[in-house]
């Protein structure tokens, strides 16, 4: 959705009193984003076309839960206008600050736990929509919920053979043979914790951004941190310090990265293929 569809029209039913202005901004990959500037402040505008109001439902539990714990761009509005979905949260001008600090910041999340896996609202992605229907078992909820389904759609959209199926069904088992021997306790995840979904705000305090919150085994979230850099030495070992993780924790990110890399694979097509299958051949 460009910015020019965002005309006058559409604009006035938002809950301000005078817009002042209205910029498209860098973000916009899976919603459309702007820069809103309206009764003497800054806002962050999210607008998914064509969706009910309540597409944003899950987006904004979880700013509010991480955000209870860990910085947050605050969501302020909801609903839909002619037909679209949006979401407005507070603008938070960027600056400069610590690994260590963000690591803090994570483990302190990840601290936060709940009963039973799952989140209060399913994710609807490009690719699919997440079941995170609360479950007892993370062994269950990762596998039904989580693995299989992408491997359903990976399958529909022929980024699948014999040989991934193989051997995903045997690193299905290995994980299952895992978890059935060794307790997760649920902690809040961020869900997409990669390099773009952190930022510094001006005082060089951590925000988490755009999140697909769950509650999950921590060392998910931690995985997707290794795929594509931006989390430094010290990230890990203030978060080590904070929340320390179980011996063996690099044996076993790989089922996670699987996953992370699998939907790249979907969305993106044989790029990922190789990283996929790097994890795959080990089973």
Same mark, same amino acid.
């Given at each position: 959705? =460009?910015?020019?569809?965002?005309?006058?029209?559409?604009? =006035? +039913?938002?809950?301000?009193?005078? /817009? +002042? $202005? @209205?910029? %498209?901004?860098?973000?916009?990959?899976? !919603?459309?984003?702007?820069? /809103?500037?309206?009764? +003497?402040?800054?806002?962050?505008?999210?607008? +998914?076309?064509?969706?009910?109001?309540?597409?944003?439902?899950?987006?904004?539990?979880?700013?509010?839960? /991480?955000?209870?714990?860990?910085?947050?761009?605050?969501?302020?509005?909801?609903?839909?206008?002619?037909?679209?979905?949006?979401?407005?949260?507070?603008?938070?001008?960027?600056? =400069?600050?610590?690994?260590?600090?963000?690591?803090?910041?994570?483990?302190?999340?990840?601290?936060?736990?709940?009963?039973?896996?799952?989140?209060?609202?399913? *994710?609807?992605?490009?690719?699919?929509?997440?079941?995170?229907?609360?479950? #007892?078992?993370?062994? #269950?909820?990762?596998?039904?919920?989580?693995?299989?389904?992408? /491997?359903?759609?990976?399958?529909?959209?022929?980024?699948? !053979?014999?040989?991934?199926?193989? *051997?995903?069904?045997?690193?299905?088992?290995?994980?299952? $043979?895992?978890? $059935?021997?060794?307790?997760?306790?649920? =902690?809040?995840?961020?869900?997409?914790?990669?390099?773009?979904?952190?930022?510094?705000?001006?005082?060089?305090?951590?925000?988490?951004?755009?999140? #697909?919150?769950?509650?999950?085994?921590?060392?998910?979230?931690?995985?997707?941190?290794?795929?594509?850099?931006?989390?430094?030495?010290?990230?890990?070992?203030?978060?080590?310090?904070?929340? %320390?993780?179980?011996?063996?924790?690099?044996?076993?990110?790989?089922?996670?990265?699987?996953?992370?890399? @699998?939907?790249?694979?979907?969305?993106?097509?044989?790029?990922?293929?190789?990283?996929? $299958?790097?994890?795959?051949?080990?089973?």
């Amino acid at each position: 959705m =460009s910015a020019y569809q965002l005309n006058q029209k559409w604009l =006035s +039913q938002l809950p301000f009193r005078q /817009i +002042q $202005d @209205c910029q %498209p901004v860098a973000g916009g990959d899976i !919603n459309a984003a702007y820069q /809103i500037k309206a009764d +003497q402040r800054t806002y962050f505008l999210k607008v +998914q076309p064509h969706y009910p109001a309540s597409y944003f439902n899950h987006e904004k539990r979880g700013l509010e839960a /991480i955000g209870a714990l860990v910085k947050t761009p605050a969501p302020l509005a909801q609903g839909q206008i002619q037909g679209d979905a949006y979401l407005v949260l507070e603008w938070l001008e960027s600056g =400069s600050g610590s690994q260590a600090d963000l690591g803090r910041a994570v483990a302190r999340m990840h601290a936060q736990h709940a009963k039973q896996f799952g989140f209060y609202e399913n *994710h609807t992605t490009r690719a699919l929509v997440k079941n995170n229907a609360w479950n #007892d078992s993370w062994r #269950d909820f990762y596998l039904k919920q989580r693995l299989d389904p992408e /491997i359903t759609v990976a399958k529909e959209n022929g980024r699948w !053979n014999d040989w991934r199926e193989t *051997h995903y069904q045997r690193m299905r088992q290995a994980f299952s $043979d895992y978890y $059935d021997q060794h307790q997760v306790i649920p =902690s809040l995840l961020h869900g997409d914790l990669w390099a773009g979904n952190y930022m510094f705000d001006e005082t060089g305090q951590p925000v988490l951004i755009d999140p #697909d919150a769950v509650y999950g085994d921590r060392e998910f979230d931690l995985a997707m941190t290794t795929i594509f850099g931006g989390f430094e030495p010290a990230f890990y070992q203030a978060y080590q310090q904070e929340y %320390p993780l179980a011996k063996g924790v690099n044996e076993r990110l790989p089922w996670y990265q699987f996953y992370y890399l @699998c939907m790249h694979l979907i969305l993106f097509g044989e790029t990922y293929g190789p990283a996929v $299958d790097g994890i795959l051949e080990r089973y």
